[in-house]
């Protein structure tokens, strides 16, 4: 859930673990959901599962939102087959996350939990998840070619529109908001994404073998409301 | 013994009276706590972020890890941030302080804590404890934030 006071210079953007940051690329940029934890223990899972004697192992990915005790997520269980390339290992990384966002942005945007938060597919959501998709499996200094501009400049955007968790995109594609001028009315708009970060496609062929469905994920699994109750809020 | 009676029956009602005005009054008072008291956390439980300073009593006693309680330098003009786990995003706290902090302090009370540093590929320099616990400083700006994130 992003906030104005959230918003940070575009210098810091490379090293913040949290803040808001505005992209004439890829629209608002929610740093905490861009830093790949999700996908740097996901890779590591799959680096483990390939060194095991079994030819399959089981992969376990999953979101969740807690509230000082209370948890609830959606989590989604996959068993590969062992001998996957790097460039396969990262095309099944992305499916999975790309499956959970939707399905845990979708619980968020859900009651009860709107009710307590409007993060469901909050603009910048699905984006940032990508990028911190991207961040991992491709390591550079994306910022720059990301087109950030100055946190004066960001403020005024968000005064202007209001606040980001109004709009909802259930794309992972950029939502921009565009600079607001005098004389013309200006409402957010779909961008494109750019080449690099278009680069691996998300795993959908599931007629080889190579992964099975042991669990997928649905708008009920891995709900949980107690600690450690469930995949999703292990 | 009807003296005895007469002498004695006034002083009875009284003593039961004052027994129940005095259990009326304790659970009124313990009534008004629990609500005073879900008044003053329930915000911050059922939120999935917030910030606040030493000064506000609930968050910061009720709810502050001890990591950074006891931060280095840590005062009443430092903000303190709280995020909840909210799908790719970590949980933590994360401590803004009113302005530049020695950054060699905040790392002997990271290595003091148990943590080691590691290289970040995606953020940079960090310190991890037990791989479930990282924690961070980042000294780029006016102001020194040490951070601690959840992993799991």
């Not at chain 1, 095991?52 to 068993?79: E, H």
């Not at chain 1, 709009?167 to 992972?172: E, R, S």
């Not at chain 2, 304790?26 to 917030?50: E, N, Q, R």
Request: aromatic share 14%; glycine share 6%; charged share 20%.
């Amino acid at each position: 859930m992003s906030k104005r006071e959230d918003i940070i210079e575009p210098e810091m953007a490379g090293r913040a673990r949290r803040g808001l940051v505005y992209s004439e690329i890829l629209g608002w940029i929610d740093l905490g959901h861009a830093q790949g934890r999700d996908i740097i223990n996901l890779l590591e899972e799959m680096r483990r599962g390939e060194i095991y004697t079994d030819p399959y192992y089981d992969l376990v990915y999953a979101q969740s939102m807690n509230m000082s005790g209370f948890c609830a997520g959606n989590s989604i269980r996959w068993k590969v087959k062992k001998g996957r390339s790097l460039h396969e290992r990262h095309s099944i990384a992305l499916a999975l996350m790309m499956q959970v966002s939707l399905q845990f942005e979708g619980l968020q945007v859900s009651a009860p939990y709107n009710w307590f938060t409007d993060s469901g597919f909050s603009a910048e959501d699905l984006v940032s998840n990508l990028l911190g998709f991207y961040r991992v499996v491709r390591p550079m200094n994306y910022f720059p070619h990301l087109k950030l501009i100055s946190k004066a400049k960001a403020l005024e955007r968000w005064d202007y529109y209001g606040a980001v968790g109004v709009y909802k995109n259930k794309l992972f594609r950029p939502l921009l908001f565009p600079e607001p001028t005098v004389n013309k009315a200006v409402t957010p708009s779909y961008g494109t994404l750019p080449s690099f970060m278009t680069a691996i496609q998300p795993f959908n062929n599931f007629n080889k073998g190579v992964v099975e469905i042991e669990r997928p994920s649905s708008r009920h699994d891995g709900l949980a409301f107690m600690y450690g109750s469930k995949y999703a809020c292990r | 013994m009807m003296g005895w009676h007469l002498c004695m029956d006034p002083n009875m009602p009284v003593v039961k009276v004052s027994r129940k005005k005095t259990l009326i009054t304790f659970i009124t008072v313990c009534i008004f706590f629990i609500a005073w008291l879900g008044y003053a956390v329930i915000p911050y439980v059922f939120s999935l972020d917030y910030s606040y300073t030493r000064r506000n009593w609930v968050p910061y006693t009720l709810l502050t890890s001890n990591e950074v309680k006891n931060a280095p330098g840590l005062d009443d003009a430092s903000l303190i941030f709280y995020d909840a786990r909210d799908g790719t995003k970590p949980s933590g706290f994360h401590i803004r302080y009113a302005g530049k902090q020695n950054v060699e302090v905040l790392k002997k009370y990271l290595i003091s804590l148990g943590y080691q540093e590691v290289n970040d590929p995606v953020l940079g320099k960090s310190w991890i404890a037990n791989s479930t616990k990282e924690a961070y400083i980042n000294d780029a700006d006016e102001y020194t934030i040490l951070g601690f994130l959840n992993l799991k």
